[in-house]
C-alpha cells in the first residue's frame, strides 16, 4: 500500500497578518542596548569611506600631472598614497567586521536566550497543544536565518549609504552634468528591488514553515519512543516518504528562493553597465572640455557609486525578507504567561511550611474543552496526613494532582498550602514545597547522578546515595559498571520502567518537599518492589502531606483518607473501612 502523501500546511490568516505587523522600530530595538559600539562603527565606516574617495583624486593626477609632466616625485608621492588609502581602508575594514559581527552575535544570543527563557515560562498547557518540532524549529532555524540580516544590516546599511552619499558628492564636484546621466537609473532600480522583496518574503515564510515540518517528522520519527511506534507499526516507509516530500519541498522553495527577481536584477545590471558607455559617448560630445583625468575618475566613482547604491537595495530585499522569520520568533516571545508569579508574592520560608493543603470550590477545564475536568471539588488535607484518590480513568484524579503543582490554575476556586493560595507564591517557593512523581518518567540523557542532581544542584554524592536508597535504588545503581556515573541513555531507555521510576522518586525525595504528589508513582513496579518502596515512602512520609494516585487500592488502603473521584467530582470520602463498610462506589472499586 502506497504511503499517505503529507500536503503543506496552509498558511492560517493569524500567521499572514503576524508577518505583516512586524514593525522596522521594533527589530531596531534589538540593537539598542548597542548603541555605542554601533556609533564607533559608524565612526569607522565614515573614516574609510572618506579615505577610500582619495583614490579617484589622486588617479586623475596621476593622469594629468604626474605623467604628462615626467613628475617623479610627484608620482612617487601619488603612488604611495594610493597604497596608504588601500591600507588604512583594509585596517579599518577588518576592526569594523569583527565590531559588527560581535554586536550581531551578540543579538542573536539575546534572541535565542529570550524565547528559551520566555517559553519555560510557559504553562503544560502551551506544550500540550504545541508540536516540539514546532518550538524547536524557530529556536534554531529560524533565529539562524536571521543571522546575516542581524549581524550585517546595521552596518551595510551604515557603509553603503555612507559610501554612496560621499561619491554622489565626489562625482558633483567632478561633474554635475555627467553625474545627473549616472542618476537616471535609481527609479526603476528601487522599483525592482521592492517587487523582488515582496516575492522574497512570501517565499521565506514558507520555507520556515516547511523547516518546521521536517523538524517534527524528525522529532516523531527518530526519538526512542518514535522508533519503537514506527517499528513495532510498520510505519517507516511513510515517514520515510513524508521526510523525502518535505525535504524535496525545501528544495523548490530554495530555488525560488535564489532565483526570485534574478531576470529583474540581472536587467539592472545590464543597465548599470550602460551607464558609462553613455558617459563615454557624452564626453566625446562637441564642446565637452573634460580631461581624460577626470573622466577616469570620474567612471571609477560612478562603479563605486552603484556598489553601495546595490547594496543597499539588496539589504531592502533581505530585511523585507527576513520580516516573516521576526514575524515568528516575536509571535513566541508575545506570548502570555497563563501561569506566573505574582506581582507582589506572599514571603515564604519554604522549609517553615507544614504542608496543609486545602481545595476550596475549585473547579477547572483544559482549553477548548466542553466540559470541566474537575469541578465544585472541596477537599481538607491536614498536614503530615495522606490523601489518595481513586477513581476510573479520566475521572480527574492527575487534573486535582496537576493543581497543587500549579501546573495550571483553577478557573474557579483556589488551592491552597497553609491557607495561601498557590497563586500568590513564587513559582521556586511552591517548587521546593511541591514535590511530585509521575507515572510518566522523564529522565535526561545524562549519567544517574546528574539526573538526581537535577533535583538539587547542591547535593552533595552522600545525599543522593541517600536518597537512592530511600527509594530501593541504591543496589541498583551501584551494581552496574559505571555506578552513579552509567549514561541513562535516550529518555532513560537503558533502564527498565520499574528502574526509572525509582529513580525519579528518588529525584524528587532529594528536594525533601513537604507535599507529596504521586500520581501513579508506582504503576510500573512489580509487585516485590512496589512493597519495597511503599514501605520508604511510609517511613519518609512522616511529618509531610502525601497525596497519592493510585489504581492499585491495596497501596493505598492505610492512607488518613480516601477520596472517590468520579466525572471531576467528589462523590466519596472516608477511610478505607468506612468505605468499605458504605458498600458504594469505592467498595465496587476495591471488590
Same mark, same amino acid.
Given at each position: 500500500?502506497?504511503?499517505?502523501?503529507?500536503?503543506?500546511?496552509?498558511?492560517?490568516?493569524?500567521?499572514?497578518?503576524?508577518?505583516?505587523?512586524?514593525?522596522?522600530r521594533?527589530?531596531?530595538?534589538?540593537?539598542?542596548?548597542?548603541?555605542?559600539?554601533? +556609533?564607533?562603527?559608524?565612526?569607522?565606516i565614515? %573614516? @574609510?569611506?572618506? #579615505?577610500?574617495?582619495?583614490?579617484?583624486? !589622486?588617479? =586623475?593626477? /596621476?593622469?594629468?600631472?604626474?605623467?604628462?609632466?615626467?613628475?617623479?616625485?610627484?608620482?612617487?608621492?601619488?603612488?604611495?598614497?594610493?597604497?596608504?588609502?588601500?591600507?588604512?581602508?583594509?585596517?579599518?575594514g577588518?576592526?569594523?567586521t569583527?565590531?559588527?559581527?560581535?554586536?550581531?552575535?551578540?543579538?542573536?544570543?539575546?534572541?535565542?536566550?529570550?524565547?528559551?527563557?520566555?517559553?519555560?515560562?510557559?504553562?503544560?498547557?502551551?506544550?500540550?497543544?504545541?508540536?516540539?518540532?514546532?518550538?524547536?524549529?524557530?529556536?534554531t532555524?529560524?533565529?539562524?536565518?536571521?543571522?546575516?540580516?542581524?549581524?550585517?544590516?546595521?552596518?551595510?546599511?551604515?557603509?553603503?549609504?555612507?559610501t554612496?552619499?560621499?561619491?554622489?558628492?565626489?562625482?558633483? +564636484?567632478?561633474?554635475?552634468?555627467?553625474?545627473? %546621466? @549616472?542618476?537616471? #537609473?535609481?527609479?526603476?532600480?528601487?522599483? !525592482?528591488? =521592492?517587487? /523582488?522583496?515582496?516575492?522574497?518574503?512570501?517565499?521565506?515564510?514558507?520555507?520556515?514553515?516547511?523547516l518546521?515540518?521536517l523538524?517534527?517528522?524528525?522529532?516523531?520519527?527518530?526519538?526512542?519512543?518514535?522508533?519503537?511506534?514506527?517499528?513495532?507499526?510498520?510505519?517507516?516507509?511513510?515517514?520515510?516518504?513524508?521526510?523525502?516530500?518535505?525535504?524535496?519541498?525545501?528544495?523548490?522553495?530554495?530555488?525560488?528562493?535564489?532565483?526570485?527577481?534574478?531576470?529583474?536584477?540581472?536587467?539592472?545590471s545590464?543597465?548599470?553597465?550602460?551607464?558609462?558607455?553613455?558617459?563615454?559617448?557624452?564626453?566625446?560630445?562637441?564642446?565637452?572640455?573634460?580631461s581624460?583625468?577626470?573622466?577616469?575618475?570620474?567612471?571609477?566613482?560612478?562603479?563605486?557609486?552603484?556598489?553601495p547604491?546595490?547594496?543597499?537595495?539588496?539589504?531592502?530585499?533581505?530585511?523585507?525578507?527576513?520580516l516573516?522569520?521576526?514575524? =515568528?520568533?516575536f509571535?513566541?516571545?508575545?506570548?502570555?504567561?497563563?501561569?506566573?508569579?505574582?506581582?507582589?508574592?506572599?514571603?515564604?520560608?519554604?522549609?517553615?511550611?507544614?504542608?496543609?493543603?486545602?481545595?476550596?470550590?475549585?473547579?477547572?477545564?483544559?482549553?477548548?474543552?466542553?466540559?470541566?475536568a474537575?469541578?465544585?471539588?472541596?477537599?481538607?488535607?491536614?498536614?503530615?496526613?495522606?490523601?489518595?484518590?481513586?477513581?476510573e480513568?479520566?475521572s480527574?484524579?492527575s487534573?486535582?494532582?496537576?493543581?497543587?503543582?500549579?501546573?495550571?490554575?483553577?478557573?474557579?476556586?483556589?488551592?491552597?498550602?497553609?491557607?495561601?493560595?498557590?497563586?500568590?507564591?513564587?513559582?521556586?517557593?511552591?517548587?521546593?514545597?511541591?514535590?511530585?512523581?509521575?507515572?510518566?518518567?522523564?529522565?535526561l540523557?545524562t549519567?544517574?547522578?546528574?539526573?538526581?542532581?537535577?533535583?538539587?544542584?547542591?547535593?552533595?554524592?552522600?545525599?543522593?546515595?541517600?536518597?537512592?536508597?530511600?527509594?530501593?535504588?541504591?543496589?541498583?545503581?551501584?551494581?552496574?559498571?559505571?555506578?552513579?556515573?552509567?549514561?541513562?541513555?535516550?529518555?532513560?531507555?537503558?533502564?527498565?520502567?520499574?528502574?526509572?521510576?525509582?529513580?525519579?522518586?528518588?529525584?524528587?525525595?532529594?528536594?525533601?518537599?513537604?507535599?507529596?504528589?504521586?500520581?501513579?508513582?508506582?504503576?510500573?513496579?512489580?509487585?516485590?518492589t512496589?512493597r519495597?518502596?511503599?514501605?520508604?515512602f511510609?517511613?519518609?512520609?512522616?511529618?509531610?502531606?502525601?497525596?497519592?494516585?493510585?489504581?492499585?487500592?491495596?497501596?493505598?488502603?492505610?492512607?488518613?483518607?480516601?477520596?472517590?473521584?468520579?466525572h471531576?467530582?467528589?462523590?466519596?470520602?472516608?477511610?478505607?473501612?468506612?468505605?468499605?463498610?458504605?458498600?458504594?462506589?469505592?467498595?465496587?472499586?476495591a471488590?
Amino acid at each position: 500500500m502506497e504511503p499517505p502523501r503529507i500536503k503543506n500546511r496552509p498558511v492560517s490568516a493569524a500567521e499572514k497578518k503576524q508577518a505583516r505587523e512586524v514593525s522596522l522600530r521594533r527589530i531596531g530595538q534589538l540593537f539598542t542596548p548597542y548603541r555605542w559600539p554601533l +556609533a564607533i562603527v559608524v565612526g569607522i565606516i565614515v %573614516i @574609510s569611506s572618506i #579615505v577610500g574617495l582619495a583614490s579617484p583624486f !589622486l588617479l =586623475r593626477a /596621476v593622469i594629468d600631472t604626474a605623467l604628462p609632466d615626467r613628475n617623479l616625485t610627484l608620482l612617487v608621492w601619488l603612488v604611495i598614497g594610493m597604497v596608504a588609502v588601500a591600507a588604512v581602508s583594509s585596517a579599518l575594514g577588518v576592526v569594523q567586521t569583527w565590531i559588527s559581527t560581535r554586536i550581531g552575535q551578540q543579538v542573536m544570543h539575546g534572541l535565542r536566550t529570550s524565547v528559551f527563557a520566555h517559553l519555560q515560562r510557559q504553562s503544560v498547557a502551551f506544550f500540550t497543544r504545541t508540536r516540539t518540532g514546532e518550538v524547536q524549529s524557530r529556536i534554531t532555524n529560524d533565529i539562524g536565518g536571521m543571522q546575516s540580516v542581524v549581524t550585517s544590516t546595521a552596518t551595510s546599511v551604515a557603509s553603503n549609504l555612507t559610501t554612496a552619499v560621499a561619491t554622489a558628492v565626489a562625482m558633483a +564636484a567632478l561633474s554635475w552634468q555627467l553625474s545627473l %546621466i @549616472s542618476l537616471v #537609473v535609481m527609479p526603476p532600480a528601487i522599483y !525592482l528591488t =521592492r517587487r /523582488v522583496a515582496t516575492m522574497r518574503r512570501s517565499i521565506t515564510t514558507a520555507q520556515q514553515r516547511e523547516l518546521a515540518d521536517l523538524n517534527v517528522t524528525v522529532e516523531e520519527g527518530l526519538s526512542i519512543s518514535g522508533i519503537q511506534l514506527s517499528k513495532t507499526m510498520g510505519a517507516g516507509p511513510a515517514l520515510v516518504e513524508r521526510f523525502t516530500g518535505s525535504s524535496e519541498r525545501l528544495i523548490d522553495l530554495e530555488l525560488r528562493s535564489q532565483l526570485a527577481g534574478r531576470w529583474r536584477m540581472a536587467s539592472m545590471s545590464v543597465i548599470f553597465a550602460a551607464i558609462p558607455a553613455v558617459i563615454y559617448l557624452a564626453a566625446g560630445l562637441p564642446g565637452t572640455t573634460l580631461s581624460i583625468g577626470t573622466l577616469i575618475a570620474f567612471t571609477t566613482l560612478q562603479s563605486g557609486l552603484f556598489r553601495p547604491i546595490m547594496g543597499l537595495l539588496n539589504v531592502g530585499v533581505s530585511l523585507v525578507s527576513s520580516l516573516a522569520l521576526f514575524a =515568528r520568533i516575536f509571535e513566541y516571545l508575545d506570548l502570555p504567561v497563563e501561569v506566573d508569579d505574582p506581582e507582589h508574592p506572599v514571603v515564604i520560608d519554604p522549609s517553615q511550611v507544614a504542608g496543609h493543603v486545602r481545595f476550596e470550590d475549585v473547579t477547572f477545564a483544559y482549553g477548548g474543552a466542553d466540559h470541566a475536568a474537575v469541578a465544585g471539588v472541596n477537599l481538607d488535607v491536614p498536614a503530615g496526613s495522606t490523601l489518595a484518590l481513586v477513581g476510573e480513568t479520566g475521572s480527574g484524579k492527575s487534573t486535582l494532582a496537576s493543581l497543587v503543582a500549579r501546573l495550571y490554575d483553577p478557573g474557579s476556586g483556589r488551592v491552597t498550602i497553609d491557607g495561601v493560595d498557590l497563586r500568590d507564591m513564587r513559582l521556586a517557593d511552591l517548587a521546593d514545597i511541591v514535590g511530585v512523581v509521575s507515572q510518566e518518567t522523564y529522565l535526561l540523557h545524562t549519567t544517574v547522578r546528574e539526573n538526581l542532581r537535577y533535583a538539587r544542584p547542591d547535593a552533595s554524592d552522600a545525599e543522593i546515595e541517600a536518597a537512592a536508597r530511600a527509594a530501593q535504588v541504591h543496589d541498583l545503581i551501584a551494581s552496574l559498571p559505571e555506578g552513579y556515573d552509567t549514561v541513562v541513555g535516550s529518555r532513560g531507555h537503558r533502564f527498565s520502567g520499574g528502574e526509572k521510576q525509582r529513580i525519579a522518586i528518588a529525584r524528587t525525595l532529594l528536594r525533601n518537599p513537604r507535599v507529596l504528589v504521586l500520581d501513579e508513582a508506582t504503576s510500573a513496579l512489580d509487585n516485590e518492589t512496589e512493597r519495597a518502596v511503599q514501605k520508604a515512602f511510609d517511613v519518609l512520609a512522616q511529618g509531610r502531606t502525601t497525596i497519592t494516585i493510585a489504581h492499585r487500592l491495596s497501596t493505598v488502603r492505610d492512607a488518613d483518607q480516601i477520596v472517590v473521584i468520579d466525572h471531576g467530582r467528589v462523590v466519596e470520602q472516608g477511610t478505607h473501612a468506612t468505605l468499605v463498610e458504605r458498600e458504594g462506589r469505592y467498595a465496587a472499586l476495591a471488590a
